[in-house]
């Protein structure tokens, strides 16, 4: 039985609390709109795309879960980066990941409400918009900051929600499933293959979210690695079933302003778009959940890596949880999804997240080398030496050319930033140093 002591994270999370974490991670907003933007592209070939970019990132994914495997701490990217190549690395590597965070949280939760809107207009707009806002930011953060069990059941909770209507369109969709859709006789050509490729790369980003609660997950080493690769595999032939249930009920559906909603009226009316635009709303609701959960970790590993203020790194005594870190994410959260000010960093985001992947991937075959004996003989090992990293590092090369340099300005921007707070924190802990060495 887990003991809570004072001031010390809690092991509460297990192999299906991880689970939850990397499907809610990925299965969120996306699972309502890829389907229909996919098969406007690549038509009947959409399905099978899925599959093929779930084996690739399956790839990048062993390389995460060796990663986590060395490691027993919380921080997941940070400490990985920061343990290769230093503090300084390791605070670029959180400050982007943190970033790209809050900016898909905010862009996420306005999803939500535009959803909850079509039920309920007055939240919609103005004070009803804000303060509806306002009461989701709040019951997350409070719900984190009295335990991550809590968190965890309220997003498997939310899972359960989300993913039963979607389940129910599968099962009703199979049946106008033929051969004509499942193994198409002509392969149509795919336009714009690359734009469609990082499309169906973001059903699987997110992933990552289950490294960060690390030092809160019991045996680590056993249910990370076994959890990432099997929600992985789950997530691509849910994504296959969905699209291919898609594409045999609107065959001339073909448009990217189709949407699940669409599906849902076509094969069970008004009733069927009603539980999908819920589904949608508990879809947004979990995919944030997870959120909250995980990424105030990164400031406080920042923290206790001497990078940012140690309040960021402060246990709540009675909770076990880092709750000056959850409750500075809920407002920073709050005050960009209710002034959509966040529009404009979206797409620098999804760069700055692509960067954090590739500087873990490169990190690997340093962390094997740095690691102690202990670290190593308890060590998830990948088969093939470095062949998987080096596939998996090609990857998000090639996802990270596809972005323009407008993306590329706005990250360097960003970081920048990040690296004079760094610079201001290490000064301040010199200063500190300085004052501790001086007699008297």
């Keep these: 039985m887990n ?21 809610n991670g990925m299965i969120g907003a996306g699972i309502f709109a890829l389907p229909s933007r996919i098969a406007a592209n690549a038509g009947v070939l959409s399905p099978w795309l899925f599959l093929v970019v779930g084996a690739l990132f399956i790839l990048l994914v062993l390389s995460f879960a060796e990663l986590s495997s060395y490691f027993r701490d919380t921080g997941g990217q940070v400490l990985y980066v920061n343990f290769a190549f230093g503090r300084a690395a390791g605070f670029s590597t959180g400050w982007l990941l943190y970033l790209s965070k809050i900016m898909a949280f905010a862009a996420n939760t306005n999803v939500m409400v535009n959803y909850l809107a079509l039920l309920v207009p007055s939240v919609g707009s103005g004070a009803g918009r804000v303060a509806l806002i306002a009461a989701f930011c709040g019951l997350l953060t409070l719900s984190n900051v ?11 909770v939310m899972t359960v929600f989300k993913l039963a209507p979607l389940l129910l369109l599968v099962i009703l969709g199979l049946k106008y499933v033929n051969g004509d859709v499942l193994i198409p006789a002509d ?6 293959f690359g734009a469609t490729i990082l499309l169906i790369v973001y059903a699987f980003v997110g ?19 076994r959890a990432l690769v099997l929600t992985i595999i789950v997530t691509a032939v849910f994504y296959f079933l969905i699209t291919l249930v898609y594409l045999a009920v609107l065959p001339e559906g073909g448009s990217d302003k189709a949407t699940l909603v669409d599906l849902g009226r076509e094969l069970a009316g008004y009733w069927g778009a009603l539980a999908i635009t819920l589904a949608a709303v508990f879809s947004v609701a979990s995919n944030l959940s997870v959120s909250v959960i995980t990424t105030p970790r990164l400031t406080l590993s ?9 309040w960021f ?13 959850i409750i500075f994410y809920g407002i920073v959260v709050f005050i960009f999804a209710a002034t959509g000010s966040f529009v404009f960093l979206a797409i620098a985001a999804s760069l700055s997240r692509l960067l954090t992947y590739l500087a873990c991937v490169i990190a690997l075959p340093v962390v094997r080398r740095k690691s102690d004996a202990d670290m190593a003989a308890r060590a ?9 990293p080096l596939i998996g590092a090609l990857i998000c090369i090639w996802m990270i050319a596809q972005a323009r340099l407008e993306s590329w300005l706005m990250v360097a921007a960003l970081l920048v930033v990040g690296l004079v707070l760094f610079g201001v924190e290490r000064l301040i802990l010199k200063s500190e140093d300085a004052d501790r060495s001086l007699p008297g």
């Design 207 to 225: 992933f990552e979210s289950s490294l960060v609660t690390a030092g809160e997950t019991a045996n680590p080493r056993r249910n990370i690695p």
């Design 313 to 325: 790194a402060r246990i709540h005594d009675r909770f076990g949880t880092p709750h000056h870190s």
């Design 3 to 23: 003991q809570r002591q004072s001031g010390k994270l809690v092991r509460d999370i297990g192999f299906y609390g991880v689970a939850f974490l990397v499907l």
């Design 302 to 310: 920042m923290a206790e890596h001497h990078t940012l203020p140690a």
């Design 146 to 156: 009295l335990g991550v069990k809590d968190g965890v059941r309220t997003m498997a």
């Design 380 to 388: 998830f090992r990948m088969p093939g030496g470095y062949t998987i």
């Design 187 to 192: 392969f149509p050509v795919i336009e714009q």
